[in-house]
C-alpha cells in the first residue's frame, strides 16, 4: 500500500495502571483489556475514526476531523464508568501525518502521545491545533495547562484540558450492556462468596474433628509442607587449604541448579543467596530478605580424594532444624551425594522429584573434569579482573580434555567468549556461538544453553531463531531466574511489554539482588514508557552496583532529561566511565539545555574518536534532527553488526525516522517478529 500524507486528528489511548495490574492479577489485566477494546473499537467506528493499531494496553486511532476525535474521547470516557477499574488517559493532536501499510508515523502521532502520557486520569489533554478548532463550540470546555518542551518536538507545545458536558449519541446501548454484565457479574459473585462462606464454615468444623483425630502428628513436619520456597546458602569450607572454597561454592551452586528444576520449589537465584556469604546475619533476617520459608546450608571438608559434607535444613521462620545429615565420601561419590542431598530437601518439603536423568543430567561428567570445572566457574564469577577470563578459560578447556561431552563446560566457554567478543571481536564471537550450540547439542534439557545460543542468534539479527530457543528455554526451565530475565530482555526488544515486565519481575522474585534482572526490568518498563516503575528500578539497582551497561545507563539519562532535570543528568555524565556514552549524553544534554555549541563539540568528538559506536552517534543526530545522517549510522551499525542495534525496534526517538525510506528498508532487513 502507497504511503499518503494528510493532516489527520491523531488519538492515543492508555489504560491507567495496567502494567501494575498484570504484576499483581495477570486475569484481571486482561478482562480490562478485553473490555478496553469491547468499548473502543464501536465508538470509534461511530465518530468516523480508524482503528489503527493497539500498543499493549494503548490504543492509536485517527479521525478526519478534530470534534469527532474530541466527541469520541469523551464517549470513551463516559463508557469506562461502567467497568469498574477501567481508567483512561487519552491524548489528541491534530497534524499532517504518513499513513503506510495501515500505520501512521509523523510528529502528530509523536505529540498525541506524550500528550496522552501527561495527560491526568480520566482525562484528556490536546494541543492548540486541536484546542482552536473546538474553543468556540459550546459543547465544549476547555482550560489551559501549560507550555511544554515535548520529547522529539523541536517547539514547546501548549497544553489544554478538553471535555465534553453533554454527550447524546455516546452509545447508550454499548454502556447500558457494559453495565448490566457488570451487574451480573456482581450477582455472581456475591452468589459466589456466599457458596464460599459456606464451604469456609464447614471446613472449619470438618478441621476441627480432623485435628482431634490427628493431633499426634508433629509440628515440623506440618510446617514443612506450607510455602514450598528455599534458598541455599553457600557451604561453608571447613578444609585446612582456603584454596579448596572452589569447592564448596560449586557444590551450593550445583545444589541450587538442581533444586530450580524442580517445577513445585520456588529456589532463590545463585546471586542473592551468595550475597550472604562469610556474614553472620540472623537466619531468619535472611530468610525474611530473600522471601523464603526454608533455607539449606552446610559446609565442606574436603582432603584428597575424601570430602565430608554437612547439611541441615531450615525453617527461615524461627530458625528451627528440620533435617540435618552428613556425607563422607570419595570424591568419586559427588554427585550421589548431590542427588541424596535433593532428595531428602524435596522429601522433607513433600515436593515431587523428577527423575534423576532430568535433576542433574547436565552435571553428570567424570569426578576429575567435574573438580577442573568448579574451579574454572569459581575463577569466572570473579570477573572484576578481566585476566581472570583467561584463568577460568584453562580449566574449562581442562575439563574438556578430560569429558569432551561435558555440556556445562561448553556453556561456560560460550559465556566467557561472548564476554570477550563485547569489544567488537568477531573470532571470539565466532568461538562462542560454537560453544553455545555444542552445549545445547549435547544437553537439550539446558534452558541455559538454549538461551545463550538465543542471545548469540539475536546479536546476528536473527530474531525468529532466538525467538524459538526462548520459547523452548522457557519451556524446560519456566522458574530458573537466568532463563526468566534473559527472555525478559528478549520481549523487549520485539516490543512485547506486558510479557517482558512479567518476566522481569518473576526473575526479581526469584533472584532480589541480581543487578542484570532488575537492569533489565529498568529496560523493560523504560521502553514501555513506565518512568515512574523504571526510576524505582534504577534506585534499587544502585543500591547493588554503579551502573556500567550502556543501554541501562541511557535510559536513565533519557528519563532525567524528559523529567528536565538538566542539573542532575549534567552531575551524573561526570560518573561515566565509558568515554563514548559520555560524549553521546553532552550531545543530548547541552542540545536540550540550548547550548548548541557545546552539543555540536560533542557529537564531533564522538565521531571523530568512537566511529565504533555507531548506534550512539544515529541516536545522536536523530536527537538534534539530523535524520538522513542517522540513517547512515545506523546502516553502519548494521553492516558492522552493532549489537546495540537490537533496540531499534522499540526506541522512541526513531519514531522520527519511520518515514524515510531506508529506515524503512532497514526495519525489513532486521524482520523482528510481529
Same mark, same amino acid.
Given at each position: 500500500?502507497?504511503?499518503?500524507?494528510?493532516?489527520?486528528?491523531?488519538?492515543?489511548?492508555?489504560?491507567?495502571?495496567?502494567?501494575?495490574?498484570?504484576?499483581?492479577?495477570?486475569?484481571?489485566?486482561?478482562?480490562?483489556?478485553?473490555?478496553?477494546?469491547?468499548?473502543?473499537?464501536?465508538?470509534?467506528?461511530?465518530?468516523?475514526?480508524?482503528?489503527?493499531?493497539?500498543?499493549?494496553?494503548?490504543?492509536?486511532?485517527?479521525?478526519?476531523?478534530?470534534?469527532?476525535?474530541?466527541?469520541?474521547?469523551?464517549?470513551?470516557?463516559?463508557?469506562?464508568?461502567?467497568?469498574?477499574?477501567?481508567?483512561?488517559?487519552?491524548?489528541?493532536?491534530?497534524?499532517?501525518?504518513?499513513?503506510?501499510?495501515?500505520?501512521?508515523?509523523?510528529?502528530?502521532?509523536?505529540?498525541?502521545?506524550?500528550?496522552?502520557?501527561?495527560?491526568?486520569?480520566?482525562?484528556?489533554?490536546?494541543?492548540?491545533?486541536?484546542?482552536?478548532?473546538?474553543?468556540?463550540?459550546?459543547?465544549?470546555?476547555?482550560?489551559?495547562?501549560?507550555?511544554?518542551?515535548?520529547?522529539?518536538?523541536?517547539?514547546?507545545?501548549?497544553?489544554?484540558?478538553?471535555?465534553?458536558?453533554?454527550?447524546?449519541?455516546?452509545?447508550?446501548?454499548?454502556?447500558?450492556?457494559?453495565?448490566?454484565?457488570?451487574?451480573?457479574?456482581?450477582?455472581?459473585?456475591?452468589?459466589?462468596?456466599?457458596?464460599?462462606?459456606?464451604?469456609?464454615?464447614?471446613?472449619?468444623?470438618?478441621?476441627?474433628?480432623?485435628?482431634?483425630?490427628?493431633?499426634?502428628?508433629?509440628?515440623?513436619?506440618?510446617?514443612?509442607?506450607?510455602?514450598?520456597?528455599?534458598?541455599?546458602?553457600?557451604?561453608?569450607?571447613?578444609?585446612?587449604?582456603?584454596?579448596?572454597?572452589?569447592?564448596?561454592?560449586?557444590?551450593?551452586?550445583?545444589?541450587?541448579?538442581?533444586?530450580?528444576?524442580?517445577?513445585?520449589?520456588?529456589?532463590?537465584?545463585?546471586?542473592?543467596?551468595?550475597?550472604?556469604?562469610?556474614?553472620?546475619?540472623?537466619?531468619?533476617?535472611?530468610?525474611?530478605?530473600?522471601?523464603?520459608?526454608?533455607?539449606?546450608?552446610?559446609?565442606?571438608?574436603?582432603?584428597?580424594?575424601?570430602?565430608?559434607?554437612?547439611?541441615?535444613?531450615?525453617?527461615?521462620?524461627?530458625?528451627?532444624?528440620?533435617?540435618?545429615?552428613?556425607?563422607?565420601?570419595?570424591?568419586?561419590?559427588?554427585?550421589?551425594?548431590?542427588?541424596?542431598?535433593?532428595?531428602?530437601?524435596?522429601?522433607?518439603?513433600?515436593?515431587?522429584?523428577?527423575?534423576?536423568?532430568?535433576?542433574?543430567?547436565?552435571?553428570?561428567?567424570?569426578?576429575?573434569?567435574?573438580?577442573?570445572?568448579?574451579?574454572?566457574?569459581?575463577?569466572?564469577?570473579?570477573?572484576?579482573?578481566?585476566?581472570?577470563?583467561?584463568?577460568?578459560?584453562?580449566?574449562?578447556?581442562?575439563?574438556?580434555?578430560?569429558?569432551?561431552?561435558?555440556? $556445562?563446560?561448553?556453556? /561456560?566457554?560460550? !559465556? *566467557?567468549?561472548?564476554?570477550?567478543? #563485547?569489544?567488537?571481536?568477531?573470532? =571470539?564471537?565466532?568461538?562462542?556461538?560454537?560453544?553455545?550450540?555444542?552445549?545445547?547439542?549435547?544437553?537439550?534439557?539446558?534452558?541455559?544453553?538454549?538461551?545463550?545460543?538465543?542471545?548469540?542468534?539475536?546479536?546476528?539479527?536473527?530474531?525468529?531463531?532466538?525467538?524459538?530457543?526462548?520459547?523452548?528455554?522457557?519451556?524446560?526451565?519456566?522458574?530458573?531466574?537466568?532463563?526468566?530475565?534473559?527472555?525478559?530482555?528478549?520481549?523487549?526488544?520485539?516490543?512485547?511489554?506486558?510479557?517482558?515486565?512479567?518476566?522481569?519481575?518473576?526473575?526479581?522474585?526469584?533472584?532480589?539482588?541480581?543487578?542484570?534482572?532488575?537492569?533489565?526490568?529498568?529496560?523493560?518498563?523504560?521502553?514501555?514508557?513506565?518512568?515512574?516503575?523504571?526510576?524505582?528500578?534504577?534506585?534499587?539497582?544502585?543500591?547493588?552496583?554503579?551502573?556500567?551497561?550502556?543501554? $541501562?545507563?541511557?535510559? /536513565?539519562?533519557? !528519563? *532525567?532529561?524528559?523529567?528536565?532535570? #538538566?542539573?542532575?543528568?549534567?552531575? =551524573?555524565?561526570?560518573?561515566?566511565?565509558?568515554?563514548?556514552?559520555?560524549?553521546?549524553?553532552?550531545?543530548?544534554?547541552?542540545?536540550?539545555?540550548?547550548?548548541?555549541?557545546?552539543?555540536?563539540?560533542?557529537?564531533?568528538?564522538?565521531?571523530?574518536?568512537?566511529?565504533?559506536?555507531?548506534?550512539?552517534?544515529?541516536?545522536?543526530?536523530?536527537?538534534?534532527?539530523?535524520?538522513?545522517?542517522?540513517?547512515?549510522?545506523?546502516?553502519?551499525?548494521?553492516?558492522?553488526?552493532?549489537?546495540?542495534?537490537?533496540?531499534?525496534?522499540?526506541?522512541?526517538?526513531?519514531?522520527?525516522?519511520?518515514?524515510?525510506?531506508?529506515?524503512?528498508?532497514?526495519?525489513?532487513?532486521?524482520?523482528?517478529?510481529?
Amino acid at each position: 500500500m502507497p504511503s499518503s500524507r494528510q493532516l489527520a486528528a491523531i488519538m492515543f489511548t492508555d489504560i491507567v495502571g495496567y502494567t501494575a495490574l498484570m504484576g499483581t492479577d495477570e486475569k484481571k489485566a486482561f478482562q480490562l483489556l478485553k473490555k478496553n477494546r469491547e468499548i473502543q473499537k464501536p465508538l470509534i467506528k461511530h465518530y468516523d475514526g480508524t482503528w489503527i493499531k493497539e500498543l499493549g494496553d494503548g490504543v492509536l486511532a485517527s479521525f478526519h476531523t478534530v470534534t469527532n476525535a474530541v466527541l469520541c474521547a469523551a464517549a470513551i470516557h463516559k463508557a469506562c464508568e461502567a467497568v469498574d477499574g477501567l481508567k483512561l488517559r487519552i491524548g489528541i493532536h491534530q497534524g499532517e501525518v504518513v499513513f503506510e501499510n495501515n500505520d501512521v508515523f509523523g510528529d502528530g502521532v509523536n505529540i498525541a502521545s506524550r500528550l496522552q502520557a501527561l495527560a491526568p486520569i480520566g482525562g484528556t489533554w490536546v494541543s492548540e491545533s486541536v484546542y482552536k478548532n473546538v474553543a468556540n463550540k459550546n459543547e465544549f470546555v476547555t482550560e489551559f495547562i501549560r507550555e511544554e518542551n515535548l520529547k522529539n518536538v523541536s517547539d514547546p507545545v501548549k497544553i489544554y484540558e478538553i471535555k465534553v458536558e453533554r454527550i447524546t449519541d455516546y452509545h447508550a446501548d454499548l454502556i447500558n450492556d457494559l453495565k448490566k454484565r457488570s451487574a451480573i457479574t456482581t450477582a455472581k459473585k456475591k452468589k459466589t462468596i456466599i457458596t464460599i462462606v459456606a464451604f469456609v464454615i464447614l471446613g472449619i468444623l470438618l478441621s476441627y474433628f480432623l485435628f482431634i483425630n490427628t493431633q499426634k502428628e508433629s509440628a515440623a513436619a506440618r510446617d514443612a509442607t506450607t510455602e514450598k520456597s528455599i534458598a541455599v546458602l553457600p557451604f561453608v569450607n571447613m578444609s585446612n587449604d582456603p584454596q579448596q572454597e572452589y569447592f564448596s561454592d560449586g557444590l551450593s551452586e550445583e545444589l541450587i541448579n538442581m533444586l530450580t528444576r524442580i517445577p513445585d520449589l520456588k529456589v532463590t537465584g545463585r546471586t542473592s543467596s551468595f550475597a550472604f556469604k562469610g556474614k553472620t546475619e540472623d537466619l531468619r533476617n535472611i530468610g525474611k530478605k530473600l522471601g523464603v520459608s526454608f533455607l539449606l546450608e552446610g559446609s565442606v571438608r574436603k582432603s584428597g580424594n575424601k570430602i565430608r559434607i554437612t547439611t541441615q535444613l531450615i525453617k527461615a521462620t524461627d530458625g528451627t532444624h528440620i533435617w540435618s545429615e552428613t556425607y563422607n565420601r570419595e570424591m568419586n561419590d559427588i554427585f550421589e551425594v548431590q542427588d541424596q542431598i535433593s532428595i531428602s530437601v524435596t522429601n522433607a518439603l513433600k515436593v515431587t522429584l523428577l527423575s534423576k536423568d532430568k535433576l542433574s543430567g547436565q552435571f553428570r561428567t567424570k569426578p576429575e573434569a567435574y573438580n577442573d570445572f568448579l574451579q574454572g566457574r569459581y575463577i569466572y564469577e570473579s570477573y572484576n579482573d578481566p585476566s581472570n577470563n583467561e584463568r577460568a578459560m584453562v580449566w574449562f578447556k581442562e575439563a574438556l580434555k578430560k569429558d569432551s561431552s561435558f555440556s $556445562l563446560a561448553w556453556t /561456560y566457554i560460550s !559465556m *566467557l567468549y561472548w564476554r570477550q567478543s #563485547l569489544s567488537a571481536n568477531q573470532a =571470539e564471537f565466532k568461538e562462542a556461538k560454537r560453544a553455545a550450540l555444542k552445549a545445547l547439542e549435547l544437553d537439550p534439557s539446558s534452558g541455559i544453553a538454549a538461551v545463550n545460543v538465543a542471545e548469540i542468534l539475536d546479536n546476528e539479527f536473527d530474531f525468529h531463531g532466538a525467538l524459538k530457543k526462548i520459547e523452548l528455554a522457557l519451556k524446560i526451565e519456566p522458574d530458573n531466574p537466568y532463563v526468566l530475565r534473559n527472555a525478559g530482555r528478549f520481549f523487549t526488544l520485539l516490543g512485547r511489554k506486558e510479557e517482558s515486565i512479567a518476566l522481569c519481575k518473576r526473575s526479581i522474585q526469584y533472584d532480589p539482588i541480581q543487578r542484570s534482572a532488575l537492569g533489565y526490568y529498568v529496560l523493560a518498563n523504560y521502553y514501555a514508557g513506565n518512568y515512574n516503575e523504571a526510576i524505582d528500578a534504577v534506585k534499587k539497582y544502585n543500591e547493588i552496583a554503579p551502573m556500567t551497561f550502556s543501554p $541501562l545507563t541511557r535510559a /536513565y539519562f533519557e !528519563m *532525567l532529561l524528559q523529567s528536565n532535570n #538538566l542539573e542532575q543528568a549534567r552531575k =551524573e555524565v561526570e560518573n561515566l566511565t565509558d568515554p563514548p556514552l559520555q560524549l553521546y549524553e553532552l550531545v543530548v544534554i547541552n542540545a536540550k539545555g540550548g547550548n548548541k555549541k557545546e552539543s555540536d563539540r560533542a557529537l564531533n568528538q564522538l565521531t571523530e574518536k568512537y566511529t565504533n559506536w555507531p548506534y550512539y552517534i544515529a541516536l545522536a543526530y536523530t536527537y538534534i534532527g539530523e535524520f538522513e545522517k542517522a540513517v547512515d549510522w545506523l546502516e553502519t551499525a548494521y553492516m558492522n553488526k552493532d549489537n546495540n542495534l537490537v533496540y531499534v525496534n522499540v526506541e522512541p526517538l526513531f519514531i522520527n525516522l519511520r518515514t524515510n525510506s531506508r529506515f524503512s528498508k532497514l526495519m525489513q532487513q532486521m524482520n523482528f517478529p510481529k
